[in-house]
């Protein structure tokens, strides 16, 4: 089955050149997390930016009853932690590893070597935080003008888009409802939707 990703942003590295990527390695700490555990809490201080290089992140907050909101998952090639380092923020997500996860943690001192050092590094990060923008006001936009039917058949688009323009995606309902911030019974009763998917 296909593991939904955050299809709508795209990675650090299809923005960094192969020789800022180089010195990411160089500089920071490689770290391995299990599935399940916790890489970063909400409210929580930090000083760092992580890179994926192995496995899966999910970006999510806790409810008021306890529950999670999940609102991204992050694979290979992706960064997290760039708000709390230009911000000055405590964590503003927690970070769960959902399959076994490898990182290179970049500390803020890292992080500011290359971005004195590398124009590169420094316009790639640059361009995933303007991405990030861009999608969540794009996300916004879309929820406030479009109907739930398009907006699914939207996500369904950009899933297919994000495997190379699949004719047949398998996405779970709950996959699907938890990108959209809707409930799964609301995407089971889309009319076109396949029933029992």
Known sequence: ???????????FTTFADTSAVA?????????????????????KPTDHIYLIDE?????????????????????PGHTFGES?????????????AESDVVVQKLSRANVDQLMTSSLNFFKALMAVSCMRVQTMLTYIGDTLGMPLLARVAQQILSVSEGVDNADLVHLRQVDLAHSLGVSRVSIGSSRFYPVGC
């Open 1 to 11: 089955m296909l593991t939904p990703l955050d299809y709508s942003i795209v990675k």
């Open 23 to 43: 010195q990411v390695r160089d500089l920071a700490e490689s770290v391995h997390f299990e599935k399940g555990a916790v890489i970063e809490s909400r409210g």
């Open 55 to 75: 496995g899966m992140v999910q970006l999510g907050v806790k409810g008021v009853d306890g529950s999670q909101f999940n609102l991204a998952r992050l694979g």
């Open 84 to 96: 709390e380092i230009f911000l000055n923020l405590n964590v503003i997500h927690d970070a769960i």
